[in-house]
């Protein structure tokens, strides 16, 4: 059984930090993608960045040079070092991953959620 567990929401003030870690665990034989999705309420989920085994980043657009995201192979965690926070970034912060489990085929995974609010 694959869990994906996050940690790291809370409130925070405008231009404030917050670091999300989610660490993947159980039955896995290859994560191909890491990530973080958002959804704030009334909205769809979104992407807000993932990494893929190799390497390449993609970032949404009204992220770029405040999010960071990095991974922690020989953990199987990814990290959303997210910076200079905006009222707008407020919402449930999911981590995702692409992998295939030891028995079972490649799935998407989703984390429980963690949530995120900027607030003054």
């Known amino acids: 059984q694959v869990q994906l567990v996050e940690s790291g929401g809370g409130l925070v003030q405008p231009g404030g930090s917050l670091r999300l870690s989610c660490a993947a665990s159980?039955?896995?034989?290859?994560?191909?993608?890491m990530g973080w999705y958002r959804q704030a309420p009334g909205n769809q989920r979104e992407l807000v960045a993932n990494?893929?085994?190799?390497?390449?980043?993609n970032y949404k657009d009204s992220v770029k040079g405040r999010f960071t995201i990095s991974r922690d192979g020989a953990s199987d965690t990814v990290y959303l070092q997210i910076d200079s926070l905006r009222p707008e970034d407020t919402a449930v912060y999911y981590c995702?991953?692409?992998?295939?489990?030891?028995?079972?085929?490649?799935?998407?995974?989703w984390g429980q959620g963690t949530q995120v609010t900027v607030s003054s």
């Open positions: 159980g039955s896995i034989r290859i994560i191909y993608t």
């Open positions: 990494i893929i085994d190799g390497g390449s980043i």
């Open positions: 995702n991953a692409e992998l295939l489990p030891i028995s079972g085929r490649r799935m998407n995974y």
